[in-house]
Every structure is written in structure tokens, then in C-alpha cells.
Antibody, heavy 120, light 111 residues
Framework: EVQLVESGGGLVQPGGSLRLSCAASGFTFSFYSMHWVRQAPGKGLEYVSA????????YYANSVQGRFTISRDNSKNTLYLQMGSLRAEDMAVYYC?????????????WGKGTTVTVSS | QSVLTQPPSVSGAPGQRVTISCTGSSSNIGATYDVHWYQQLPGTAPKLLIY???NRPSGVPDRFSGSKSGTSASLAITGLQAEDEADYYCQSYDSSLSGWVFGGGTKLTVL
């Protein structure tokens, strides 16, 4: 079964850091670009970051540029999102998703999400 | 404010047909980038509903269809069912951002 499972969410103070993970199974992880999308409480979907199959290309939304770092370990079938200088507006459910390319393609498999709460 | 514009809400009675629009610009939908649609049922993760403007993944009923023209795209749902009540999002690629964008989402209510 094709599956993505996020972990690492939790409560963090403003200005703090957190690392999210996304474990992939059931498909050849290294063949797909991987993406993080978040959803603040009661709000819509927001693109956060993306990484190409070999990690050579990355994308960051303006709202997280310079604070978040996306990476992947193809030997472990795992995607990461290192989040720093966290703000209240980063509080959201973070989803990882796969894409069969790095461009004009859909996100065809999504994880169930992990919740990040930023509060003192 | 989202790069792609969707109506915040639409509604329809069971059995009826509804459409959800997604309006972009010359740097995304109008630049011939594909539009994809996602369905998010309450309390769940988004699910791919339509890809490449008009294509349905395996398992998606043919009651759902997509179209695209110029700088806009539409999702149509015919034969509305109670289980279709969800949030729907369009998504495309934007050349000016060199990245991906979502619409603000549309909440479908089945009356």
C-alpha cells in the first residue's frame, strides 16, 4: 500500500524549532519529488516547500524562506522539514505529499498530517 | 489572498449539478499550466480528485469532471450526494513564483 506518514509535530514556543518527518512506503521514494503543504486552523491549503528527487532543487514559499529547510534521505525513504524561528502563524497541520515530477504535476498521494502548535 | 480565486462556498440539493470556478492569470492557468483539483472531506487530508484539467484518478466517480479555458478552470459535480459535502481546492504551477499555488478553497454544502 502506498503510504506517507508524518511525525514530529507538537507544541513549541515562539522562536523555537521543530523537525518534521515523513516516512514513505509502498513506492519507489527516489522517483518522486516531495512536498510540504500546511493548513492553519479553519483556513485553506498553503504550499510550504518542495524538493526534487535527488534533492538538487528546492522550493520555499516566501512565508517560510530562510526559516525552514527541506531535505530528504532516499536511503531511508524519508522526507524532512526543519522549521526554525517559529511564529504563531506557522501553527497548522502539515501534510507531506508526493508528485511524479517537479513542476506541472499533481500531488497524487498525501499523508494524514502532523499538527504543529506554536504557543508560549 | 490566494493566487487562484475560488468562490468561498457553493451549495446544491441532492441530485443537482454544481460548478466551482478557479480563476488565475497569465502566469499560471493562462500560461497553459495544468489545473488539479483536490477534495478534502471534514477532518481528513486532501485527496486528488481531478488532474491535468480533466482527468480522474482511478476510483473517482464520473460525476466529477473538470474543464479549463483561458485563465480559468472549473470543477463540475453532477448528481450531488450528501457524501460530496467537502472543501474543494484547485492547484496549479505559477511561473512568476516558480512554484505551486492553491486556490483559497470552496466549501460545498449539500442542502
Amino acid at each position: 500500500e502506498v503510504q506517507l506518514v508524518e511525525s514530529g509535530g507538537g507544541l513549541v514556543q515562539p522562536g523555537g524549532s521543530l523537525r518534521l518527518s515523513c516516512a514513505a512506503s509502498g513506492f519507489t521514494f527516489s522517483f518522486y519529488s516531495m512536498h510540504w503543504v500546511r493548513q492553519a486552523p479553519g483556513k485553506g491549503l498553503e504550499y510550504v516547500s518542495a524538493i526534487s528527487t535527488n534533492g538538487g532543487s528546492t522550493y520555499y514559499a516566501n512565508s517560510v524562506q530562510g526559516r525552514f529547510t527541506i531535505s530528504r534521505d532516499n536511503s531511508k525513504n524519508t522526507l524532512y522539514l526543519q522549521m526554525g524561528s517559529l511564529r504563531a502563524e506557522d501553527m497548522a497541520v502539515y501534510y507531506c505529499a508526493r508528485m511524479g515530477g517537479f513542476g506541472d504535476f499533481p500531488l497524487d498521494v498525501w499523508g494524514k498530517g502532523t499538527t504543529v502548535t506554536v504557543s508560549s | 489572498q490566494s493566487v487562484l480565486t475560488q468562490p468561498p462556498s457553493v451549495s446544491g440539493a441532492p441530485g443537482q449539478r454544481v460548478t466551482i470556478s478557479c480563476t488565475g492569470s497569465s502566469s499560471n492557468i493562462g500560461a497553459t499550466y495544468d489545473v488539479h483539483w483536490y477534495q478534502q472531506l471534514p477532518g481528513t487530508a486532501p485527496k486528488l480528485l481531478i488532474y491535468g484539467n480533466t482527468n480522474r484518478p482511478s476510483g473517482v466517480p464520473d460525476r466529477f469532471s473538470g474543464s479549463k479555458s483561458g485563465t480559468s478552470a472549473s470543477l463540475a459535480i453532477t448528481g450531488l450526494q450528501a457524501e460530496d459535502e467537502a472543501d474543494y481546492y484547485c492547484q496549479s504551477y505559477d511561473s512568476s513564483l516558480s512554484g505551486w499555488v492553491f486556490g483559497g478553497g470552496t466549501k460545498l454544502t449539500v442542502l
